[in-house]
């Protein structure tokens, strides 16, 4: 019998005065579907920091006690598991899993990052260490790229040799690429022969700052199953872990390296 999976994905509004009713529906879905794992965005619980091109400091320690204290209430969401990254004192952006027996617990830190209009990462935060660590998601073996780190694709490869069934890319990405972006998703599932399961935050457009939502679940042969929109903000999928594993001895992925 398949060993499967509820994985849920979404769009959650940045803005702070819209963040709380985003949780609140994201919260009544969860209950809904019941789902295993919900991957939030990139650093969900404060205004998107790096799109001023000026670290402010006092804002990144704001951002910190932010995370902290939503992480702190993560239980009331109502899934087993969270993936999603949060800003460390450190000044560092930090892919985490949380459940319920364990809170919070860091993965692996952000080590690509870009410095463009929007999303002056390099400014704002350091980068981690250059280790791309797995670690288990209820009985998935899990590997968590974030956001950037995906067009760096011999990562995938990397996780693919590591045996993940499950890929989570937490994303702040905007409007105008969100086809490069799911391209770049159907790819990295294909090496990985791994679920590619993402979430974006979103803000309409003209807002300020173009984040465009876009969550999907893509299949280990690159099958996109779903999309998130602003008229279905989320989504859950069913996945099977044995078609992820049965993945890594087709084609790509027996390939040597």
């Known amino acids: 019998m398949s060993e499967t999976m509820d994985v849920t994905v979404c769009q959650l509004d940045s803005r702070d005065d819209h963040r709380p009713a985003g949780i609140a529906a994201l919260t009544d879905h969860v209950a809904r579907t019941r789902s295993d794992v919900v991957v939030l965005p990139e650093m969900p619980f404060s205004q998107w920091l790096a799109a001023a091109p000026v670290c402010d400091p006092a804002r990144w320690r704001r951002s910190v006690i932010e995370h902290d204290e939503s992480i702190a209430g993560l239980a009331g969401l109502g899934a087993t598991t969270v993936v999603a990254s949060r800003p460390t004192p450190r000044r560092r952006n930090e892919a985490f899993v949380w459940s319920a027996t364990t809170g919070a617990v860091g993965v692996r830190e952000k080590y690509?990052?870009?410095?463009?209009?929007?999303?002056?990462e390099a400014t704002w935060y350091d980068r981690g260490e250059r280790r791309f660590d797995s670690c288990r998601v209820g009985p998935a073996?899990?590997?968590?790229?974030?956001?950037?780190e995906l067009w760096f694709l011999e990562?995938?490869?990397?996780?693919?040799?590591?045996?993940v069934e499950l890929l989570c890319v937490p994303r702040a990405t905007p409007w105008q690429t969100l086809d490069q972006w799911?391209?770049?998703?159907?790819t990295a599932a294909v090496c990985a022969g791994a679920y590619c399961v993402s979430s974006n935050h979103w803000?309409?457009?003209?807002s300020g700052i173009e984040h465009g939502g876009a969550g999907w679940v893509i299949s280990p042969d690159g099958v996109v199953l779903?999309?998130?929109?602003?008229?279905?903000?989320?989504?859950?999928?069913?996945?099977d872990l044995d078609l992820a594993r049965k993945a890594k001895?087709?084609?790509?992925?027996?390939?040597?390296?």
């Open 226 to 239: 779903a999309v998130t929109d602003e008229k279905e903000p989320f989504a859950t999928v069913e996945i």
């Open 112 to 120: 690509y990052l870009p410095d463009d209009e929007g999303y002056w």
């Open 155 to 163: 990562w995938a490869r990397h996780y693919a040799r590591s045996g």
């Open 182 to 186: 799911l391209a770049a998703g159907r």
């Open 249 to 257: 001895h087709t084609y790509p992925r027996y390939v040597k390296e």
């Open 141 to 148: 073996r899990t590997g968590v790229l974030l956001c950037s």
């Open 203 to 206: 803000v309409p457009s003209g």
